[in-house]
């Protein structure tokens, strides 16, 4: 279970194509063991597939949708992270890819009683084994505590990065989300279900949610925009 190379468990019958029950994997190989087999399988799923990526973030790890406009992007639906699907930090328009730039550094006691400064990069923390990272979480002061540093400096841009985003996107009105018109008109939709005028920022539709049918309620502005 230490390799990435892992495949989903099947029956060893010849001929038969079965798999078994994850509750009975689960069993036999210890939950902690088996939390990471299904971790393994998702990242060898979506490595398969064009469209999708493992959001970085340690605390969320959910499969990611890139975008079909620019294709360094991908945007984590579950925790709104949008990052750089090359480097796989913070997205950062089209600077290019600086390693090293994100490093979480902690004040430690070495074996002979000295204190110094330790450094992980998340370049080292995205690239190390389970193993490796409950070393790193060991002298960080805890796995809890190593996992939030990361999580802020992959989610830290630089400067420039946030001058593109305020150059060439529009935040949604409703949930602040950063969307990018490549073609078409300036009537866009947001996955929080808003429509909004792209050029001037003013919702068309949505905006809110009824609580007891969950649907999209029209706002008291004309649903029609006069900026094409």
Request: with cysteine; hydrophobic share 30%.
């Amino acid at each position: 279970m230490r390799s990435p190379l892992v495949t989903p468990l099947s029956c060893l019958s010849t001929g038969c194509n079965s798999y078994p029950l994850e509750k009975l994997i689960e069993e036999l190989i210890g939950t902690e063991q088996f939390e990471r087999y299904q971790r393994i399988i998702l990242s060898n799923a979506l490595a398969r597939m064009d469209d999708m990526d493992l959001c970085p973030r340690a605390r969320c790890q959910s499969p990611a949708s890139k975008s079909s406009c620019t294709s360094t992007l991908a945007i984590c639906p579950v925790c709104d992270f949008s990052f750089c699907v090359k480097c796989r930090r913070a997205y950062h328009g089209v600077n290019p890819c600086r390693p090293q730039i994100n490093v979480v550094s902690r004040m430690v006691e070495t074996e002979d009683g000295k204190m110094e400064f330790r450094k992980i990069s998340v370049d080292e923390y995205l690239a190390a084994t389970d193993d490796q990272r409950k070393e790193m979480a060991w002298w960080y002061g805890g796995m809890d505590k190593l996992e939030e540093a990361m999580d802020e400096a992959m989610g830290r841009p630089d400067r420039r990065s946030q001058e593109w985003l305020e150059k060439y996107t529009r935040r949604c009105p409703t949930c602040g989300r950063a969307i990018i018109l490549t073609q078409g008109c300036n009537h866009v939709f947001c996955y929080c279900g808003t429509t909004f005028c792209y050029k001037c920022g003013e919702i068309l539709y949505g905006g809110g949610s009824d609580q007891d049918s969950n649907t999209p309620q029209k706002s008291s502005k004309p649903n029609f925009c006069n900026h094409k």
